[in-house]
């Protein structure tokens, strides 16, 4: 399997129950930094995907656009989500996308997630959400 299809195999198949896939995705020095913080080493990732999916019920990444250069991955996607305690349990949309770099040993060794946290989280809570869009509106935006 090639680095792109590694990529959308791992997180399509991830899930709170099968932690132990990232252990073959990510190096054990691995970086990654998403809108929420920076995880240093593959244990600290690993305890921050399983915190993160603990109550996940349902997700599933498409991938728009995926450009590499070597070892070097830059990849467009849009995520579904259903979680217990988001939006109801209904599904959430977000769009985003990922830099990815892997090492001589097929590893990832940095990943970076760029995403709008205010419209994956804070949104979907009833009064902020509601604040949010009123705001939104206010400075004209389109969504």
């Known amino acids: 399997m090639n680095q792109q299809e590694k990529i959308k195999h791992t997180f399509n198949a991830l899930k709170a129950d099968n932690m132990e896939i990232l252990d073959n995705f990510y190096a054990k020095d691995a970086k ?39 070892n070097k991955h830059v990849l467009v996607w849009k995520m579904t989500l259903r979680a217990d305690g988001l ?18 040993e097929n590893l990832v060794i940095y990943h970076r997630d760029y995403f709008d946290m205010g419209e994956f989280i804070y949104e979907h809570i009833p009064v902020l959400g509601w604040t949010l869009r009123i705001i939104k509106k206010k400075l004209g935006a389109t969504h």
């Open 32 to 70: 990654f930094i998403d809108p929420i913080g920076e995880h240093i080493g593959m244990v600290q990732i690993k305890e921050y995907y399983q915190n993160l999916y603990q109550n996940v019920k349902d997700i599933h990444f498409e991938y728009k656009d995926l450009i590499s250069d070597q």
């Open 87 to 104: 939006n109801s349990g209904d599904p959430v949309t977000l769009e985003g996308n990922s830099v990815i770099n892997f090492n001589e």
